[in-house]
T-cell receptor
Framework: EAGVVQSPRYKIIEKKQPVAFWCNPI?????LYWYRQNLGQGPELLIR????????DSQLPKDRFSAERLKGVDSTLKIQPAELGDSAVYLC???????????????FGPGTRLTVL | AQSVTQLGSHVSVSEGALVLLRCNYS??????LFWYVQYPNQGLQLLLK??????LVKGINGFEAEFKKSETSFHLTKPSAHMSDAAEYFC???????????FGTGTRLTIIP
């Protein structure tokens, strides 16, 4: 069974440029998460989707960050414009269905390492 | 609100020695607790999780953790360290009905040959 797929794995951009990350969750997983992991820190949740609905985006900086999950499968996270402080690893995770079992196991992708110059 | 504190950002043990990584949590309701491992340039992999069943939880790769409510702890142990255990370990807490996991800052485990 394929795991969570993310692309690109690495991205280097100049500040004020836009950038987008793509995530394909495990087949059949209804819940999708985007996390940001700063250097030397644990992951922090940015947004959680149940199918195509964003049910928790309270930590997403909405002035420059946006996300979508069309058709409830793949998801894209966008930053426009990027700032120096956005340099981090962006992790995508998925789980079966949080409504069936609370705190269901989350499976993580390898992440996208973003460097903003 | 919940939080996690991992004591020791770096831990070094000799190959074959006991591994002990410390995690203390804070939660206003009964918690769900997790240990994840992250190898360089990879995502997080679940080692084990506590969901209010047995207090001693066994995970993959010979790791186990014990939930101690009186001490608000969920320390991770392995009797004999292997070189392949070198990685970053994250403790996380979740709350029933809330899919938001709160992670600790991580502990980097180094194995000395």
């Amino acid at each position: 069974e394929a795991g969570v797929v993310q692309s690109p794995r690495y991205k280097i951009i100049e500040k004020k440029q836009p950038v987008a990350f793509w995530c394909n969750p495990i087949s059949g997983h209804n819940t999708l998460y985007w996390y940001r992991q700063n250097l030397g820190q644990g992951p922090e949740l940015l947004i959680r989707y149940e199918n195509e609905e964003a049910v928790d985006d309270s930590q997403l900086p909405k002035d420059r960050f946006s996300a979508e999950r069309l058709k409830g499968v793949d998801s894209t996270l966008k930053i426009q414009p990027a700032e120096l402080g956005d340099s981090a690893v962006y992790l995508c995770a998925s789980s079966l269905d949080s409504r069936q079992e609370s705190t269901d196991t989350q499976y993580f992708g390898p992440g996208t390492r973003l460097t903003v110059l | 609100a919940q939080s996690v504190t991992q004591l020791g950002s770096h831990v070094s043990v000799s190959e074959g020695a006991l591994v002990l990584l410390r995690c203390n949590y804070s939660s206003s309701v009964p918690p769900y607790l997790f240990w994840y491992v992250q190898y360089p340039n990879q995502g997080l992999q679940l080692l084990l999780k506590y969901t209010s069943a047995a207090t001693l939880v066994k995970g993959i790769n010979g790791f186990e953790a014990e939930f101690k409510k009186s001490e608000t702890s969920f320390h991770l142990t392995k009797p004999s360290a292997h070189m392949s255990d070198a990685a970053e370990y994250f403790c996380a807490v979740g709350v029933f009905g809330n899919e938001k996991l709160t992670f600790g800052t991580g502990t980097r485990l180094t194995i000395i040959p």
